[in-house]
């Protein structure tokens, strides 16, 4: 790259890459001085004492005056903490509305995290966020919404504010990855958002093949009233529900509580994920059968990825199941379908006597 960097910028851009080749986080760099040292280690690493004060000497004290340089200071970074690093610190405070004592505690840490990473433009949620839940704002958020939108999780405004939508996003992310799906942002779901690698969207004309296999992934996902239908902004997939016109048998509503999807909201997930199209772009069935993708055929038409809609007529309905085909073990036409409040998305017998439509691209 030949652009010429701000030297804050220059600086920040070498400790991210450093520490993709070390996996200690950004600041942790090459960017030590000549006089070696010691190596940065992360402040929220449980390595590092809870308060950093004048008269230590290690990692810890580097990864701290790195971040201090990064927000304004101008100290030696040799991994000892004495007057001057004392002094860069209690100024810090002090423009922070923290107590100026050069005590560097855990509310001093996270300020310093989240100023240091609005300054370089980096963050690593692993070793520079603690965990993140409804309410939490900065940087780490940014970076966590930006990860959510690549993995399809959600269709996120990247304004640092962990909203409902991100909240949900968060739980779409954890279900698909097998992880807690509490909507809390703790180490589990850190390490899985950077060791997986996100699935480009299909596109071109419609495999049903995929688009069934969408399908069979959301097998024993919870059926929730309202799920997957981007009720706070999020995009397909399993999300909280919600308990308006809620009359199911469960009592309490569960739907706003639980994640997981509704009928509609299995196809919606099984057409985007398998063929990059948004069905009614979240809406209820009778709005899907109005989706231009759709073209109406008789029964005897049906082929596996088609879709059966139930109701009092083509456009007036209240269910939905994808057909997936002849089962080559028992003969038995099969479908995909969430149910009810209380069961799972499952694979069974095909119903019919519904009204039929086949999906294009």
Known sequence: MRTVLPTRRRLSLSLALAAVVTGAGAYTASAAPATAAPTPIPLTSPSCPANLQQGLADGCVTQLQLELNLTGAQITVDGQFGPATDTAARTFQASHALTADGIVGPATKTALDTAAAAASGTVDLRTQCGDLQTGATGPCVTTLQTMLNTFNAGRLTVDGQFGPATDTAVRTFQASHALTIDGIVGTGTKNALYASTPNPLPSGPVDPNKVLNAAKSYLGVPYVWGGGHSLRGEGPGPSLGTCDGYNGKTQPCPANTTVGLDCSGLVRAAYWFGAGIDLANGGDTSKQTLDSHLTPITESQRRPGDLEYFGTDA???????????????TGADMMYEAKETGS???????HTGGYWYHVTA
Do not use: E, F, K, R
Request: aromatic share 10%.
């Open 344 to 350: 799972n998305v499952h694979y069974v017998t095909l």
């Open 315 to 329: 456009h007036n309905t209240v269910h939905v199941v994808l057909y997936a085909g002849t089962d080559p073990t």
